[in-house]
């Protein structure tokens, strides 16, 4: 029904910045929330960033005040992007984007993509 595809993600040192795109295709035009999660190695996966049809967002208290999470759901297009400023090399995940569909609130998840921040 839906495919997420997600770039961005990268290798950065402690204090910089990346910006991660979610492209959603297929029967977007019913999608709600969209968001992006992560999992580190041996640790659950976690909420970092949701934001809702109507721009409605909330964050993980983690990365309140370092990362905002926009979306542009205008015409024939549905794109999350995740701008992650001040990185810590906690931060070091596989961050995934979600989304939930219909009025069901079926998830779909993109592939993943690796955010590593080095000390």
Do not use: H
């Amino acid at each position: 029904q839906v495919q997420l595809v997600e770039s961005g993600g990268g290798l950065v040192q402690a204090g910089g910045s990346l910006r991660l795109s979610c492209a959603a295709s297929g029967r977007i035009f019913s999608i709600n929330t969209m968001g992006w999660y992560r999992q580190a190695p041996g640790k659950q996966r976690e909420l970092v960033a949701g934001i809702t049809s109507g721009g409605s967002t909330n964050y993980a208290d983690s990365v309140k005040g370092r990362f905002t999470i926009s979306r542009d759901n205008t015409k024939n297009k549905n794109t999350v992007y995740l701008q992650m400023n001040s990185l810590k090399p906690e931060d070091t995940a596989v961050y995934l984007c979600n989304a939930r569909w219909g009025v069901l609130e079926l998830d779909y998840w993109g592939q993943g993509t690796q955010v590593t921040v080095s000390s």
